[in-house]
């Protein structure tokens, strides 16, 4: 029972296939081919306005392209403490930018909390040219504790970047789960909220290697952020792998269906542990992520019954566990009935 992380879930069938029925003949490479030609088109009409696309193979990449786009050497990227880009990159972003930096935020339940990005933007400056400038808001949909900002809560963080002519990004690794717990339309959470680039992740909910820096102002930075894919090593001759995938992940609402199915299993584990007063749960599920709060000696006890899990570091209480489109009703049962036994020991 693997609840270690949705990137180790297997590729959806239907994506697999796409790979598979891309593979007969030659086609045109660096991304001259007819399956790059039509994502555009598919992601437009996704997002309801004309957008730009690029295919990266990883989230990473996409990430650190995206924000360099948005960030001169000298400029700061606001962004949650908990956030993928701070804490798992490696400093992409700061590679990829030419040496910006990164500023982390506080902020409960995984979220930026507006008032502490408003006053970190209204003391930004007091040492003029001597400081590095901010530049940027990088927002993580869902959160890394699994929660999912809302279209209000979005709208109101990317109109304080705007006032203070801050680019807004989003790390979209699991922008599915977001979009499906919210039951909205993609547009609301991202361009009509007032995002400018999203780093679109399918890698985690379904696809083999398959991400999309996706940019809402059309032709403005378009450029550039081919540049910057090729200069990153992104720019891949095979391309049409990358984007057969992208466009059966999006074929008939695959995407949303994938995780539809893993935010529902989440739910219905979240659900037991809400039934034993032993336990409790760190943030609200909201996503495909729980975050499981157990005396170290029950979480192990779980793990020695063959629950795959992350024992959260610096916590020895808290565990965090991923469901995933591949998680099947037996095994989030099987994982219940464990999670039972070592509740009660």
């Keep these: ?57 990883t989230g990473t990449a996409g990430n650190g392209i995206a924000l360099a786009a948005l960030l001169p050497p000298w400029g700061t990227a606001l962004c ?22 990164l500023v982390p935020l506080p902020g409960e339940n995984g979220k930026l909390d507006p008032a502490i990005v408003e006053r970190h933007l209204a003391e930004s400056g007091a040492h003029g040219v001597h400081e590095m400038a901010p530049a940027a808001l990088s927002l993580t949909q869902s959160s890394e504790a699994g929660t999912v900002y809302t279209p209000d809560e979005l709208a109101r963080l990317a109109a304080l970047a705007k006032e ?5 990004h989003m790390d979209g690794a699991r922008f599915a789960n977001a979009v499906a717990a919210l039951a909205c339309r993609p547009a ?16 985690k909910n379904g696809a ?34 990358l984007s057969a995938q992208l466009l059966a992940y999006l074929e008939d609402d695959l995407w949303l269906d ?48 063959g629950c795959a899990f992350h024992l959260w570091p610096g916590a020895h209480d808290l565990a965090r566990l991923v469901f995933t489109h591949a998680t099947t009703d037996a095994e989030t049962d099987a994982l219940i009935a464990a999670f039972k036994r070592a509740a009660a020991a």
């Design 258 to 305: 994938l995780a539809r199915h893993a935010n529902r299993q989440a739910t219905r584990f979240a659900a037991a542990v809400k039934t034993h007063p032993g336990a409790g749960l760190a943030y609200p599920v909201e996503a495909n992520e729980v975050f499981l709060r157990l005396p170290e000696r029950q979480l192990r006890r779980m793990q020695d019954e």
């Design 1 to 57: 029972m693997n609840f270690r992380s949705d990137n180790e879930a297997p590729v959806a069938p239907r994506i697999l296939e796409a790979i598979g029925a891309c593979n007969r003949g030659p086609a045109q490479a660096y991304g001259e081919d007819d399956w790059t030609a039509r994502l555009e088109a598919r992601f437009s009409a996704l997002f309801e306005r004309p957008v730009k696309v690029l295919p990266v193979a």
């Design 208 to 241: 083999l290697a398959a991400e999309a820096v996706i940019a809402f102002d059309g032709e403005a930075r378009f450029s550039e952020l081919e540049r910057r894919r090729k200069r990153a090593g992104h720019l891949l001759s095979k391309m049409r792998y």
């Design 188 to 203: 609301d959470i991202t361009w009509r909220a007032g995002v400018d680039l999203l780093t679109f992740g399918a890698s």
């Design 164 to 168: 203070h002519h801050l680019g807004v």
């Design 80 to 101: 949650h403490s908990g956030a993928h880009i701070y804490n798992d990159e490696c400093g992409a972003v700061e590679l990829f930018s030419g040496g910006a930096r």
